[in-house]
């Protein structure tokens, strides 16, 4: 195989069979993938959900990677990580023009433009975050939360094979991601939308939707799922408030 290719498990020629019993061998023991263990049975099912991996030597080699992929995401949850800088700095023209609109002086547009940059490093963030509020919510329903790419564009599954792709905007979805789910019974949710009130445009919260289709698709005998913005906004307040380190101004 060559430097660099990108494989997935199809791409070995292993049977169904053989596949199980190598990933049972790789997590025996390890009681803290049992939720793997679930994501693991729903992809089993259609091997194009298995992601691509770059230089896998083999099926036992990707399975390995596979897994660690999950448990190193599942150790750095994105309200424990800290922001890295810009790779590139700040275009001083953007800071000038903004300046003679608004009128202010050097200090308050060099706030001004940190205060840009914070804004930017939080919407970076923010996917990975709406992921796990959602995962600290959905876990008790039968849901997994398909953490580390480990499944094709898939975001959450349930035990009972339903697949879901979650952004935060409905203009979020990437090509790429739009034409792997064009066809398949992947199930879309945005949580922003946006409509008039009086002529003015307002956000439009869609959590009523990911609700039905988290109890529709529940496998356990709960209370009816009920996330809200109110309880998104919550997960976010707290998360800022204990890692304040999360977004960067640099």
């Known amino acids: 195989m060559a430097k660099g290719e990108e494989k997935t498990l199809k791409d070995f ?9 190598s990933f049972e061998t790789i997590i025996a023991g390890k009681a803290n993938l049992s939720a793997l ?26 399975l390995e990677r596979w897994v660690k992929s999950y448990s190193d995401a599942m150790a750095n949850l994105p309200s424990k ?15 000038t023009i903004v300046q003679y609109v608004t009128k202010v002086d050097d200090d308050t547009a060099e ?22 509020y959602i995962n600290s919510v959905v876990s008790c329903y039968g849901w997994y939360w398909c953490a580390g790419n480990v499944m094709r564009s898939i975001d959450f599954c349930s035990s009972d094979g339903t697949l ?29 939308g946006t409509k008039s009130v009086r002529g003015k445009k307002v956000p439009d919260y869609k959590w009523a939707a990911l609700n039905e289709i988290i109890n529709a698709h529940s496998t356990t005998k709960s209370n009816p799922c009920s996330m809200s913005e109110d309880g998104y906004q919550s997960f976010l307040a707290t998360t800022a408030k204990n890692n304040p380190n999360i977004i960067t101004e640099d």
């Open 164 to 192: 879901l792709q979650v952004k935060n905007k409905s203009n979020t979805e990437n090509s790429s991601s739009s034409a792997i789910r064009s066809g398949t019974t992947i199930i879309k949710w945005y949580r922003l």
């Open 13 to 21: 020629g292993v049977s169904v069979d053989e596949i199980k019993k």
């Open 81 to 95: 990580r800290t922001a890295n800088p810009k790779t590139s700095c700040s275009d001083p023209a953007v800071k």
């Open 111 to 132: 706030l001004q433009s940190k205060h840009h940059n914070l804004f930017m490093s939080a919407e970076n963030v923010q996917g990975g975050l709406l992921e796990e």
């Open 37 to 62: 263990k679930q994501i693991f049975n729903v992809a089993i099912k259609d091997l194009s959900h298995f992601p691509n991996i770059n230089n896998a030597n083999s099926y036992t080699n990707y």
